[in-house]
């Protein structure tokens, strides 16, 4: 695989995980990432008007990507009501290629070889470790963080495939993004009622910086879905729960135990089993 997708790939992890760690540290996370949303739709209306539109089928996989988007995001602020950084978000991003895998080879016979196989049973036993023992993390985030898994898989496969139905993959990158953030709106209203942004507080200046790592993290991974296979890509972006053990650790004042290290180290080498 070239460089520069594995690069672009990395880089996409290290994102990822920071605007994880932004939102696992506010005091109303449903608001944060909604706030976050905010930020997608002004940098991406100035892409999607100087960019070709998308086609009828483009159109299609965008707004299919973004509901699947909107159930992510309160599905993962559930998770992170009680979990740690470094406990819950190794199981969202882990249990991705185990459940495409398992999908795969469940509903349409895909063939598993060896290399498959270890990593399915890799991310399985690094999963079942942070959900076990004293320490672990509460049954409730566990669940919460597969379902956000499952929900990640179904978009990560839809992008990789609508991407290719869009000429720019910027384009797609922002209507997305756009649509997204829309579609996040009108959900907070519905369960919260209007949503107010004071930007002499601390906490919407936060939320909305956050936003960018969140539009460069999709952004960057977009652009790798449109020069390389899904399947490694995918893969390497799953390091990204090494990153967000560590970041836990410096800047959330989470605990680092061996039994974690471990842990996240075996999902992410499991994962990266399954991508090969």
Known sequence: MNPAVIALALSAAILH????AFLRSGSDRLWSITVMGVTGIV??????LWLPLPTATGF???LGSSFLQVAYSIFLVFAYRLGDLGQVYPVVRGSVPLLVTLGGFLLTGQTVGPSQLVGVALVAIGIMSLSLGRQRAPTSSILWALLTGLI?????TVDSTGVRYVSDPRAYAAWVLFTYGVLLIIAYTAMRGR????????ESWKALGAGIFVLLAYGVIIVAYSLGPAGP???????SVVFAMLIGWLFLGETLTFKRIVACLIVAAGAIAIGR
């Open 17 to 20: 995980a920071s605007w994880n």
């Open 43 to 48: 940098f991406a209306l100035p892409v999607m």
């Open 60 to 62: 299609a996989y965008i």
């Open 152 to 156: 990640i898989a179904s978009y990560a």
């Open 195 to 202: 949503l107010r942004i004071d930007i002499r507080q601390k």
């Open 233 to 239: 890509i995918t893969a390497i972006r799953e390091t």
